[in-house]
């Protein structure tokens, strides 16, 4: 770490991201697979498979207060515009978009299971009943 990222001022979130990417590598990559069928996962630039699988990594895995969904997929679109290709911010933000609205707003605030049960409770039609 200190030959690729001297001065890292949390290494400790890098090496947890490295070692969730690794842990769940073939998850990751099926993934990848599924949201862009017409890029075959080795014809993929390096750089770009590997930034897209840090994303999926945090939209999927990691804590969302820790990092919101929308934040993983900013943070990785900049890698891609700092160290990708000149179309690899555009795939980039596709590929995760994509996955991103399949699963929804992981970091959007819930309603409370009790506020939600009541809200689904229909009151019974008593002329149906007799």
């Known amino acids: ?17 490295m070692h969730g990417v ?7 990559d099926n ?9 075959p996962l080795d014809k993929i630039a390096v750089i770009d498979r590997n930034i897209l699988r840090i994303g999926l990594y ?7 207060e820790e990092v919101p969904p929308k934040v993983a997929i900013n943070e990785a ?3 891609a515009k700092n160290y990708g290709g000149p179309n690899s911010a555009r795939f980039t933000n596709g590929v ?3 996955i991103y609205r399949e699963l929804g707003d992981r970091g959007e605030k819930k309603e409370e299971p009790e506020k939600k049960a ?7 039609n008593k002329s149906k009943e007799k």
């Open 58 to 64: 945090e939209l999927l895995y990691a804590d969302p």
């Open 118 to 124: 009541a809200a689904e409770v229909k009151p019974k």
């Open 31 to 39: 993934i990848i697979v599924k949201a862009a069928p017409e890029w």
């Open 77 to 79: 679109i900049e890698l």
């Open 96 to 98: 995760l978009g994509t």
């Open 1 to 17: 770490m200190a030959e690729f990222a001297p001065g890292i001022d949390e290494p400790e979130f890098a090496w947890k991201i």
């Open 22 to 28: 690794v842990l769940h590598i073939k998850d990751i």
